[in-house]
């Protein structure tokens, strides 16, 4: 009987309950009605086991980090920094959406940070330069997704905690598919900009003005090489490595830059500090439900379902990318991967994928899932900053769809592209 718990959660998400509620209530019900009343006191418990771990600290840590940045006004020294390199494009303002993704990401690794911080400032820019709001909207969502691919990630930690992967590893394999995912974004917008005339966004810079932007972003750029670089270097731990760029923020924004206030912390924590509280609580949630998971042995019936469709390997991640693709629809990143992560992890390892290299497939596919009709998350965002329609902006995301989906196969098929990195620098086999 409990094998009806993923049904039954489907159908609590469709009419609306909050994933949180529908991770608890679907394997609640159904262990009572199976008279597994004590499993049920196992569930619950498993809520708080869930979040209490140390790994997952480097979350708010990061989110923290990320809030501090944006208040401190580093978003705006970053999109200056792209615009003098890429504003004399023509659709120079859509380029500059997507480069400044691209570098925002290495600061708060979240896809909503990025949609909200960077759409409340480039959508209204972008609709006053002649651009219509719903496509303004649209690539800033459709590039926000870079935010959880290079890192940091929380997508990717919360899978290392998971699976028990190497942060580090996970943190390089996302280097380069999301570098691909910013400039494959890029190319389309150059297509989109020559078929329907975009503007130019500025006069070309000099290299003097250049080099004063490059000035101005050089301390908020240095933040992902010291996290980066002091974990690999060992310094510290990835949650050592969030509250460093925690302490960092806090000395750039309030002394070096001095754009951060002391009046300005009350209001960063009490926002980082919601935002972080969602995501544990889901967390914690999709760890109790993958105990009702083992409990079912779902994994070992779909395991079997699943090799009995192929035994080819590429075969099946095509299937298994359609499969996360249609998930990622409807459920967030982080749940899914917390469900779905030990579910499908071990088979394809058994199959000869590496282990690395599936976290990324699965964590890029998931990722855009946030951009996806008709429950991407950072669509509502986008809607919310922009005043648009999500209607609207789900029709106008989908070329950067397409190119965001050739991006999950290269990455699917071409194991070298998520691999190089980390074998060059030993963290992977």
Do not use: C
């Not at 959406?97 to 820019?125: E, H, K, Q, R």
């Not at 394809?348 to 998931?366: E, K, R």
């Amino acid at each position: 009987m409990l094998i009806w718990f993923l049904p039954l959660f489907l159908l609590f998400l469709m009419i609306g309950l909050p994933v949180f509620f529908g991770l608890l209530a679907a394997p609640g019900i159904l262990l009572y009605l199976n008279g597994q009343e004590k499993d049920i006191t196992l569930l619950y418990r498993n809520v708080y086991n869930g979040m209490d771990s140390f790994p997952l600290m480097a979350i708010p840590f990061f989110m923290l980090a990320g809030e501090l940045m944006n208040r401190g006004g580093i978003t705006m020294r970053l999109v200056e920094f792209s615009q003098a390199f890429l504003g004399h494009l023509r659709g120079g303002l859509a380029h500059v959406n997507v480069m400044s993704s691209m570098l925002f990401a290495g600061l708060s690794g979240s896809a909503v940070a990025d949609t909200s911080a960077l759409g409340s400032m480039l959508i209204p820019a972008m609709e006053k330069q002649g651009y219509t709001r719903r496509f303004a909207a649209a690539i800033t969502a459709a590039s926000s997704v870079i935010g959880p691919i290079i890192p940091p990630s929380g997508i990717m930690i919360i899978y290392a905690y998971v699976m028990g992967e190497s942060v580090a590893a996970l943190f390089l394999a996302g280097i380069v598919p999301g570098a691909m995912v910013g400039i494959g974004l890029m190319i389309m917008v150059k297509f989109m900009a020559d078929k329907y005339d975009f503007p130019v966004a500025t006069r070309k810079h000099t290299w003097g003005e250049r080099g004063q932007a490059s000035l101005k972003a050089f301390f908020p750029l240095l933040t992902p090489v010291i996290i980066l670089g002091g974990i690999l270097a060992g310094v510290f731990t990835p949650t050592e490595a969030a509250a460093v760029a925690v302490a960092y923020a806090l000395i750039i924004g309030l002394f070096v830059l001095r754009t951060l206030k002391i009046g300005d912390l009350p209001d960063v924590l009490a926002r980082s500090g919601l935002t972080s509280a969602v995501v544990l609580l889901l967390v914690g949630a999709a760890m109790a439900f993958k105990t009702v998971v083992s409990l079912s042995h779902a994994p070992e019936q779909l395991a079997a379902f699943i090799l009995t469709l192929s035994e080819n390997p590429l075969i099946l991640l095509f299937l298994i990318n359609l499969l996360l693709f249609i998930v990622g629809m409807f459920l967030d990143a982080g749940p899914a991967i917390i469900i779905l992560g030990p579910i499908l992890g071990p088979i394809f390892t058994s199959l000869g994928v590496d282990p690395i290299h599936f976290a990324i497939i699965m964590s890029v596919n998931l990722t855009v899932g946030l951009a996806t009709p008709p429950m991407g998350l950072v669509l509502f965002v986008a809607s919310a900053v922009s005043g648009e329609r999500v209607e609207s902006i789900a029709k106008a995301i989908l070329p950067f769809l397409l190119v965001e989906i050739i991006v999950i196969f290269l990455i699917t098929y071409i194991p070298a592209i998520s691999m190089t990195i980390p074998r060059l620098t030993g963290f992977a086999n």
